[in-house]
């Protein structure tokens, strides 16, 4: 069964370092999402994308993030100066139009940051 | 600002009963409901999908959805410790793929 997978599974880092997460969204899928959970707390929307545009953010996702998909296949978040309160799990999740629309999530990447 | 409201829990039930969970919305003009099940450190994993009212059955698992009472639940029958976990109301406010608004989830407890 196809689903989303993401990379790394967990990542450590500095405040202030640049991280990039990654996912490779199901194949035939063509919208893309990330949300974040932070421990304890409900799951938030970052950022959609689709048509290789951003559709809708949040006002979480401030000018410190940005998202690209370098080729065909993966999908990537960009934290260019991580802040402690960036420590979260960030899940990708992707959607086709069918279905309801319904969105498949990925195992998530626990973010810390020291 | 759209709200989704679920009762955070615990919800204790014994193995074999019927575990019955709720969420409300804010949006009226929502247009489909989700519920997903987390365990510890995972995932959101979709349980099933609803966007018309009444009733919709897949296995063990009833959703049911009221849009005049902004109202949406989820029924688990024969509930086994394996379906212990937290369960995540998530509602789609517009059509066309568009964002989740979860709720903050209700952690279900099946005891043996």
């Known amino acids: 069964e196809p689903e989303v997978t993401q990379t790394p599974s967990h990542q450590v880092t500095q405040m202030g370092q640049e991280v990039i997460l990654r996912c490779v969204p199901i194949s035939n899928h063509l919208y893309f999402y990330w949300y974040r959970q932070i421990l304890g707390q409900k799951v938030e929307f970052l950022v959609s994308?689709?048509?290789?545009?951003?559709?809708?953010k949040s006002e979480i996702f401030d000018d410190q993030f940005s998202v690209e998909r370098p080729d065909g296949s993966n999908f990537t978040l960009k934290i260019r100066s991580t802040k402690l309160e960036d420590s979260a799990m960030y899940f990708c999740?992707?959607?086709?139009?069918?279905?309801?629309?319904?969105?498949?999530f990925g195992p998530g990447t626990r973010l810390l940051v020291l | 600002q759209k709200e989704v409201e679920q009762n955070s829990g615990p919800l204790s039930v014994p193995e074999g009963a019927i575990a019955s969970l709720n969420c409300t919305y804010s949006d009226r003009g929502s247009q489909s409901f989700f519920w997903y099940r987390q365990y510890s450190g995972k995932s959101p994993e979709l349980i099933m999908f609803i966007y018309s009212n009444g009733d919709k059955e897949d296995g063990r698992f009833t959703a049911q959805l009221n849009k005049a009472s902004q109202y949406v639940s989820l029924l688990i029958r024969d509930s086994q410790p394996s379906d212990s976990a937290t369960y995540l109301c998530a509602v789609m406010p517009n059509s066309g793929n568009t964002p989740l608004v979860f709720g903050k989830g209700t952690r279900l407890s099946v005891i043996a």
């Open positions: 999740a992707s959607s086709d139009s069918g279905e309801a629309e319904t969105q498949y």
């Open positions: 994308f689709y048509n290789n545009e951003i559709s809708e």
